[in-house]
């Protein structure tokens, strides 16, 4: 035991920037334990399993069979003991996505291993497994450390660490594996995309607008604009989905979704510990508000002390003269 485990993930027929991310750790933590770097490619992500090794895995395995081409957990759980048992990694990295957390939980079960979610940084400590995760909103950050000897399953939240870097010419070996029958437990009938569904978890930039927009006119009048241009996704506080002016896909927060993006605009919102919960991860934070105390400042990478009336509009014409 000693090596690291990926479960990729794909967006279309490209692997996800989650799995690039933890590609890049993982090299890292795979060369300090002394083990190879793996990835694993189940069912419809198999189309990605080479690019796994451009981007640093040394060996790539793949499971296919008709039960996996949707999500299950008990599908994922046996094509993931199936290279478990092949490779005996000492950690194994996935993305803490809601299906990841699904599919973690019922991994560590079967293997009777260690389970952390949403770590923010993974170390090797005196030859032990070290995760962070921050709890209660972000206020208390939790350290958790392993015994050796048993796996670690840990559900990486997004944007924690850098990506691997490419390595076009890289190839490895790509092994198949096989299952043997399997009748899952949970069926999945139909998938019935959500009309109108927002991926904020998956955004890059998020402008999200709060109370201080005043109105639910103003609120789209200011703020889906500016992220439009910005090519970002838009979010809001809970006071406003509350108060009906925007759906709660788009609700930020402790209640809604966790997000860490790049760049993250906050207009209007007093940054309440719930609000903060959700979104004090993101890379660099941009708070609008007239109030000089409101608590966003302190986690805000850049403040702006002013109107979100006056502000925004000149945001968003500012941000398309640069751009044409
Ligand atoms: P407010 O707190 O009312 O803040 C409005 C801000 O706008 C103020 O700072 C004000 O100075 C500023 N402002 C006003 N006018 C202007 C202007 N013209 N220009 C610029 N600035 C202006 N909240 C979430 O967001 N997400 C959650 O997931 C969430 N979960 C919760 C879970 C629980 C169990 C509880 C109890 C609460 C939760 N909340 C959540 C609610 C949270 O506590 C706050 O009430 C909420 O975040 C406040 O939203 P807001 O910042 O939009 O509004």
Redesign the pocket.
């Known amino acids: 035991m000693g090596g690291v485990l990926v479960i990729l993930e794909a967006i279309g027929t490209d692997l996800a920037a989650i799995s690039r991310e933890l590609l890049g750790k993982g090299r890292q933590l795979a060369d300090t334990l002394g083990g190879p770097l793996a990835a694993l490619a189940i069912g419809p992500t198999t189309s990605v399993a080479a690019q796994a090794g451009a981007f640093g895995a040394d060996q790539v395995y793949t499971v296919q069979a008709p039960v996996l081409a949707q999500y299950t957990t008990d599908g994922y759980v046996a094509a993931a003991m199936a290279a478990v048992q092949t490779c005996n990694p000492a950690l194994i990295l996935a993305g803490s996505s809601f299906q990841m957390r699904d599919f973690g939980a019922a991994l560590a079960t079967d293997l009777n291993a260690g389970l952390v979610v949403d770590v923010t940084d993974l170390q090797v400590v005196d030859g032990a497994l070290q995760a962070t995760r921050p709890s209660h909103g972000g206020n208390v950050i939790n350290t958790y450390r392993f015994a050796a000897g048993k796996p670690v399953v840990a559900l990486v939240r997004k944007q924690s660490f850098p990506e691997a870097t490419a390595q076009p010419d890289r190839s490895v070996p790509i092994t198949e594996l096989t299952i043997s029958d399997l009748t899952p437990r949970t069926e999945v009938v139909s998938v019935v995309p959500k009309a109108g569904a927002v991926n904020l978890t998956d955004a890059a930039i998020i402008v999200t607008g ?3 927009l ?1 109105n639910k006119d103003n609120y789209y009048r200011l703020i889906p604009p500016l992220a439009e241009v910005l090519g970002g996704a838009y979010g809001a ?4 989905v509350d108060d009906g002016w925007v759906p709660y896909e788009h ?6 979704k966790t997000v860490s993006p790049k760049l993250y605009i906050a ?9 903060l ?2 979104m004090r991860t993101s890379r660099t934070i941009v708070a ?4 000089p105390e ?1 608590p ?1 400042f302190r986690i805000a990478t850049f403040g702006v002390v ?4 006056e502000i925004l509009p000149l945001l968003t014409e500012e941000v398309k003269r640069r751009l044409n």
């Open positions: 709060g109370r201080g005043g506080s809970r006071a406003i609700q930020v927060g402790q209640t809604g207009a209007g919102v007093s940054g309440a510990i719930q609000h919960a959700g609008i508000n007239k109030d409101a966003i002013g109107d979100v009336n």
